[in-house]
Structures are given as structure tokens and as C-alpha cells.
């Protein structure tokens, strides 16, 4: 669910702020090592609830001649949620929450980039969880593109993206209000050159 900001960040910021000819048309998978998609959620009042998937997977392809061409698919597996606590990863996974035995993926597909400055930029696209779709924004800051050292240079763009989503509006809505409607999503990445 927060998933899907995620995949909007990795595309809208390779493509806003790459330039020159030898990046025209490249397309970068997401790394998995090296990406993160966090999200928080509001328990009873007192604190969030940290958590995370761990099995993301995702391919850009960007046009820094006309950023609006660019684009980026994601996909995350449901059951991968991790909040470092077993009996809240299995009740996530539940029916009354991720479903993952009936919806274990959910996407992310960017519909539109935009650039807002110099390294920022707003990535929109349709995010699905539990089978419904629904358009989402992604707040995104470009770190840098260059080769990287610790893969054998491989050309790498690093970027990160912010976002809030509505469980509800994805049908989501066991124990609102004592567990927050909001999640709040975090997006750190690396994406290599395919």
C-alpha cells in the first residue's frame, strides 16, 4: 500500500534530473539491496508502527530530453512486510489487512512525471493493493547519477521519495480509528543501468 509511492519515486527521479546524451533512453532496475520502502502508521495514539517490505522489484526508463515520456513499473510482494515483530507481520498479512494469500502483489504505475527544481521533482501513477487502483503522488529528491565504485562502475541513479496514503481507500479499514487510517511511506533507492 505504501509500496506504491515507492515505485513513483524511482522513476521520476532518474528521469527529471539526468541529462546529456549518454543517458537518453536508459532503462535502470530497482537494486533490492539498496532499496527501502518504509512506512509508518499511527497505533492507538501513542507511537507509529514501523515496518517494511523486503521484496521489491522494479524497472525505469527515462528520457531526459522530455522527462514526460519517462516511466517506472513496481512490483512488491505482500508477505515480504516486516515490522521486526511475528505476530504483527502475520496479522498484516491477514485477511483483515494485506490479504497476501489473495492479493500477493501489489503496483505501482507511473502515469506522469514532473519536475518541481533542480533535483526535485513529482512522479504520479496508479497505485493497486487488494485489487484496487488508485492514483497516487510521490513527493521525490534526486541524490545523484555516476558510476558506481562497488559495482564495477556501473552507472547508478540514487534517489528517495515521500508519500502519505489512506488504507482506507484501498478497502483497508480493520480497527480504524485505534490503528491510523494514514501511512506515511519513505522510498530510499539504487537503480543500476540495465
Known amino acids: 500500500m505504501h509500496l506504491a509511492r515507492l515505485t513513483a519515486v524511482f522513476g521520476i527521479a532518474v528521469a527529471l534530473f539526468m541529462g546529456g546524451p549518454a543517458w537518453a533512453a536508459d532503462k535502470y532496475t530497482l537494486d533490492p539491496m539498496h532499496t527501502f520502502v518504509v512506512f509508518k502508521i499511527m497505533d492507538v495514539g501513542y507511537d507509529h508502527v514501523v515496518g517494511w517490505f523486503t521484496a521489491v522489484a522494479g524497472e525505469l526508463t527515462f528520457d531526459p530530453a522530455d522527462v514526460t515520456k519517462s516511466a517506472l513499473n513496481v512490483t512488491i510482494k505482500t508477505a515480504s512486510v516486516d515490522t521486526h515483530f511475528p505476530q504483527r507481520n502475520k496479522d498484516l498479512m491477514s485477511p483483515d489487512f494485506l490479504n497476501v494469500a489473495e492479493f ?13 527544481g533542480d533535483k526535485n521533482g513529482k512522479v504520479t501513477g496508479e497505485l493497486t493493493l487488494l485489487g484496487v487502483t488508485k492514483p497516487v503522488s510521490m513527493d521525490v529528491t534526486f541524490n545523484k547519477i555516476a558510476p558506481n565504485p562497488f559495482n564495477n562502475n556501473t ?8 508519500t502519505a496514503i489512506k488504507r482506507s481507500d484501498f478497502g483497508m479499514k480493520a480497527d480504524i480509528p485505534n490503528i491510523g487510517d494514514e501511512v506515511e511511506i519513505s522510498i530510499d533507492a539504487q537503480a543500476p543501468k540495465m
Open 155 to 162: 552507472p547508478t541513479a540514487g534517489f528517495e521519495a515521500h
Open 104 to 116: 500477493p502483489e501489489m503496483t505501482f504505475k507511473s502515469t506522469s512525471v514532473k519536475r518541481t
